[in-house]
């Protein structure tokens, strides 16, 4: 089973925005609308952001923003913040009937 | 307060077994699909098993199939990983998460469990 491919670093300035792209087959994202994107502070648990490529759970800023296209997903963080900087995962569930994460994404706020 | 508490990990040898559990409490488990997954240190997430709501479907990531063993126990809002001929490899931060539909949400905050001689 191999993961979703993710940049390994992406970084921006206080109010500005970035985006995280998350690149998989037509055997995971690209065959299904079961993209979720996950954020995690160091030592704690992974918290659901984004799920359904584009659903915000309640509670979610919204500054943040799922979309995809063919067989990449993206997360965008408008306005970033101090409190954004933590790693992301991007997660899709796969005709194997199985899940498969990202390689994750550390995001610094400068 | 919806809460995931897993338990069990700890220190085994190559080729040793542990069972980890996940307590859980403050919403439906029975009409969850509940995972596990775990984190190596350092390193991102991956997905290990998950098992349905009456425990009939059960799957699992290739490097633990034959080896690993996931049930659950409704009544007593409990989830099970049962593992076998543990490897330095399995050496992570294991995490239970519930599935309402298809993200992981709830997470419990984790179990380490080292695979060491």
């Known amino acids: 089973q191999s993961v979703l491919t993710q940049p390994a670093s992406v970084s921006g300035s206080p109010g500005q925005s970035i985006t995280i792209s998350c690149t998989g087959t037509?055997?995971?994202?690209?065959?299904?609308?079961?993209v979720s994107w996950y954020q995690q502070h160091p030592g704690k648990a992974p918290k659901v952001m984004i799920y359904?490529?584009?659903n915000r759970p309640s509670g979610v800023s919204n500054r943040f923003s799922g979309s995809k296209s063919g067989n990449t997903a993206s997360l965008t963080i408008s306005g970033l913040q101090a409190e954004d900087e933590a790693d992301y995962y991007c997660?899709?569930?796969?005709?194997?009937?199985?899940?498969?994460f990202g390689t994750g994404t550390k995001v610094t706020v400068l | 307060e919806v809460q995931l508490v897993e338990s069990g990990g700890g220190l085994v040898q190559p080729g040793g077994s542990l069972r980890l559990s996940c307590a859980a409490s403050?919403?439906?488990?029975?009409?969850?699909?509940m995972h596990w997954v775990r984190q190596a240190p350092g390193k991102g997430l991956v997905w290990v098993s998950r098992?349905?709501?009456?425990?009939?479907?059960?799957n699992y990531a290739d490097s633990v199939k034959g080896r690993f063993t996931i049930s659950r126990d409704n009544a007593k809002n409990t989830l099970y990983l049962q593992m076998n001929s543990l490897r330095v490899e399995d050496t992570a931060v294991y995490y239970c998460?519930?599935?309402?539909?298809?993200?992981?949400?709830?997470w419990g905050q984790g179990t380490l469990v080292t695979v060491s001689s």
């Open positions: 997660s899709s569930y796969t005709s194997s009937s199985t899940y498969v």
């Open positions: 359904d490529v584009t």
């Open positions: 098992i349905n709501t009456d425990g009939k479907t059960i």
């Open positions: 998460a519930g599935v309402p539909a298809s993200w992981f949400d709830p």
């Open positions: 403050g919403f439906t488990f029975s009409s969850y699909w």
């Open positions: 037509s055997s995971d994202i690209g065959g299904y609308n079961y």
